[in-house]
């Protein structure tokens, strides 16, 4: 526990599987003042580790598995761990994000943070428990899928009430995008970090904890939880992730019409109601499932009982699995869609990537420049559900044509001379939705550190706050006006800021980054966060402090990426956003001016404090971050 | 007034009237009783068996509670005649008798203090009750359970009867 009253566990343990020595380092008390925890350990950490320039699969890259101050402890929906590395898809910080009981139980482990580096002569796991740790041979685990690694762990281990994060045949195989599974169903998905574990031959870490996370003010923390549960009373949007989860986007992804399938060449589904969020609900679910400690619980618990694919019992869909393996490839078949999910968790690859890549590969079919030998005889058109399917085996595989698939699409444009259908920024998938109708979201996603994200910011704030509110915070009361372009680059920067704190306290955006009410945004956000971090570690933070970290965080992540090479060139949305118009939905002609793009990007550039040519963080801005 | 227990209120045809498995219960009831955070000192715990199955298990508060009657300190004993078996944590020796005991295994040792532990229904206001957000944790006892169940048994009867 070292010097910290409470919510640290103190510890960072570092294992270098070249040597295989293992060390654990106190963590020091200014560190975790100025990064908090989570992905503010893990970017820090890339940042102050990485020679620039090294190869994400090389033994140089390191991979960080962080908790927060808060998991472990009953504040609500603190679960969230972050992995992260130098991703393989972008070359820059890459990290994920996954809910579940894993970052939990690192603390009843003893440990804040794992840091992996060096590369295994044969592939290992991690074994920790309640402060030991042990480094295994896992020649028995390498070549198996997720929910066998966990099955055969629990069996050696002898003990099925302990928490895993592993890699399944994806990593293995290096796919570019191969992801982290926690306990079979929290995906980190993002960014490769599975394949980065991979390269290191080093497939799981399991762990067993029982030490306490202490809370230096108990009644202090009592009522700050007690604060946070009253603000969800009655809450449309909780409601809303209750019933349907994350898939009652779908609804509103099909009435704009801003789906981007099939490639990103339509904006709606003509056979939408089989992938609706309602007939997931109706069809498969069985209930929802909670996070540890969630109140909110939009995690899926689904089943398939009939058809060619029962019996199948799975966490999901997310509403990203249906963009991702429904309207990309445009499959219509839920059946389908939920099998193509299971598939890649099992094999342990990003649906996300693996959607977008499959349905670049159709395009280019159905354009003509890729053949029907090259796609290894399949018939890989637009809505053929069985070659989705057959492709997520081959991309885990790196077999056949599913080789080139598993380095996503910047490489596969590159290979096909066609990089105009790669619909990537920074080398990662445009994710979420289609951004062409409004500048804000498209600059959210395009100068998002990790590449195309839409969980960097939260660019929806101009759909709900007042004129007041606007003019009180942003100082203009145009960021009320979702069409208007003033204010829009300031309120990008501070959402990002802002929903950065979620990941540095280890809690989910979902239920405390996420309202349509400003003030509620504040309130939960930064305030009620602020007080149950200083109740819960008994150290001295005010919201602006915080803000400051996620700020600070957001800042190394841009030095890492321009020391990587990554200029304001990075920042730019995918060629089609700005050549296409949307082709149907109530957006229909929309396009992104090159022109107001600049506008909103200069503007962020500048309520940033980074340079408007090269978009490097200006002296005064890193001074007053504490960074120089 | 007859013994008290905390009871698992499922209704299966209802997804959101199932335990989600977000273990809050355990959260809180550590919390409660410690003052800190870590499960594997609540005194209720989500088993999962995969398929969708998870359930909360805690104290049945038997009539003849085997814990108790094995206990070879007094440590656990009932104050009430009607009330919950408690633990009187100085005089337990951690031997785990009890353990060995509890038909539902419910009971374990603390793995701070290393003595019994066991719900004790927060003075009457437990906590994991209050806490749970699918609200399928109640304060109940034998009678009122049982009309649970009969409830439950007959509404199958009735939709078996509009269905055919």
């Not at chain 1, 991690?126 to 685990?141: C, F, M, S, T, Y």
């Not at chain 1, 929806?460 to 009320?480: C, K, L, N, Q």
């Not at chain 2, 209704?11 to 003052?35: N, Y």
Request: charged share 25%; net charge negative; glycine share 10%.
């Amino acid at each position: 526990m070292g010097i910290f009253a409470g919510g640290y566990a103190g510890q960072i343990l570092d294992v270098n599987l070249t040597d295989g020595s293992i060390t654990r380092r106190p963590l020091d008390r200014a560190f975790a003042l100025n990064y908090i925890g989570g992905r503010g350990f893990s970017s820090r950490t890339l940042w102050d580790e990485l020679r620039p320039g090294i190869d994400p699969f090389s033994p140089d890259n390191v991979v960080v598995l962080a908790a927060g101050p808060l998991n472990g402890t009953p504040a609500p929906s603190a679960s969230r761990l972050t992995v992260a590395t130098k991703s393989p898809m972008t070359g820059g910080v890459g990290d994920a994000n996954s809910g579940g009981y894993w970052a939990p139980e690192l603390k009843y482990a003893g440990f804040d943070a794992i840091v992996i580096r060096g590369k295994s002569e044969e592939p290992v796991y991690l074994w920790v428990e309640d402060g030991k740790v042990e480094l295994r041979i896992a020649n028995h685990l390498w070549g198996k899928k997720i929910s066998e690694t966990s099955q055969l762990l629990k069996e050696e281990v002898g003990d099925d009430d302990i928490h895993i994060c592993a890699i399944g045949p994806g990593g293995e195989n290096l796919v570019r995008y191969a992801c982290v599974v926690t306990d079979e169903e929290g995906v980190g998905g993002r960014c490769g970090i599975g394949g980065v574990m991979g390269s290191k031959r080093f497939k799981a870490v399991a762990l067993r904890g029982s030490q306490d996370v202490r809370i230096a003010d108990p009644k202090r923390f009592k009522e700050a939880i007690d604060a946070y549960r009253e603000t969800l009373v009655g809450e449309a949007w909780t409601e809303t992730l209750r019933t349907l989860g994350t898939p009652n986007l779908t609804g509103h992804r099909q009435k704009l019409g801003i789906w981007g399938a099939k490639n990103f060449q339509r904006g709606t589904i003509e056979d939408y109601e089989p992938i609706s969020g309602e007939n997931f609900r109706e069809k498969f679910l069985l209930k929802p499932l909670g996070c540890m400690g969630c109140m909110v619980r939009c995690r899926r618990y689904s089943s398939i009982q009939e058809g060619p694919f029962a019996p199948v019992y799975t966490k999901g869909p997310e509403y990203e699995t249906i963009h991702a393996l429904a309207a990309k490839p445009y499959v219509t078949d839920p059946a389908v869609v939920l099998r193509a999910h299971v598939l890649c968790d099992e094999y342990g690859i990003d649906e996300q990537t693996a959607g977008s890549s499959i349905a670049m590969a159709m395009e280019l079919y159905e354009r003509g420049i890729l053949k029907r030998d090259h796609v290894d005889g399949q018939e890989l058109v637009f809505g053929n559900g069985e070659a989705l399917l057959y492709f997520i085996e081959k991309i885990a595989l790196r077999e056949g044509f599913g080789d080139l698939l598993a380095e996503g699409t910047r490489i596969m444009g590159e290979r096909l001379n066609a990089d105009y259908y790669a619909i990537h920024i920074k080398g990662l998938e445009v994710d979420a939705a289609d951004p062409r109708a409004l500048v804000t979201r498209a600059l959210t996603y395009a100068v998002a550190t990790r590449g195309a994200c839409h969980l960097r910011g939260f660019p929806y704030i101009d759909e709900f706050i007042t004129p007041e509110e606007a003019e009180a915070h942003f100082g203009t009361a145009a960021v009320s006006d979702v069409k208007a372009l003033e204010g829009k680059g300031k309120m990008v920067a501070w959402s990002e800021d802002w929903v950065t704190i979620a990941d540095l306290m280890g809690l989910c955006k979902f239920a405390w980054h996420r309202s349509r009410n400003f003030p509620m945004l504040i309130k939960r956000g930064l305030e009620l966060a602020r007080e149950i971090f200083v109740a819960t570690t008994g150290l001295p933070m005010t919201t602006e402090e915080l803000y400051r970290c996620g700020e600070r965080v957001y800042n190394v992540e841009k030095l890492f990426n321009v020391r990587e090479g990554f200029g304001r060139e990075a920042d730019y949305p995918p060629p089609r956003f700005f050549e296409e118009e949307m082709p149907d939905g109530s957006g229909k002609g929309a396009k992104l001016n090159r022109e107001e793009y600049d506008r909103v990007l200069d503007e962020y550039y500048e309520a940033r404090g980074w340079d408007k040519v090269t978009g490097e963080p200006t002296p005064e801005k890193l001074r007053s971050l504490g960074l120089q | 007034m007859t013994k008290q227990r905390i009871a698992y209120f499922e209704d299966t045809r209802d997804p959101e009237s199932m335990c989600s498995r977000c273990r809050l219960c355990e959260l809180i009831c550590a919390f409660h009783h410690h003052q800190v955070g870590n499960p594997r000192r609540a005194r209720i715990k989500v088993i999962s068996l995969g398929k969708g199955v998870d359930i909360p298990v805690t104290c049945l508060n038997c009539e003849e509670a085997p814990c108790m009657t094995i206990c070879p300190t007094g440590a656990l004993h009932r104050p009430e005649p009607d009330g919950m078996v408690m633990v009187k944590e100085d005089l337990c020796i951690g031997c785990a008798m009890c353990v060995n005991a509890c038909p539902v295994g419910t009971i374990t040792l603390d793995p701070v203090t290393g003595v019994a532990l066991k719900c004790d229904l927060c003075d009457g206001d437990p906590q994991c009750v209050a806490y749970c957000p699918a609200k399928v944790l109640k304060l109940t006892d034998a009678d009122r359970y049982a009309r649970h169940r009969m409830k439950a048994f007959v509404k199958s009867l009735q939709a078996s009867q509009e269905g055919s």
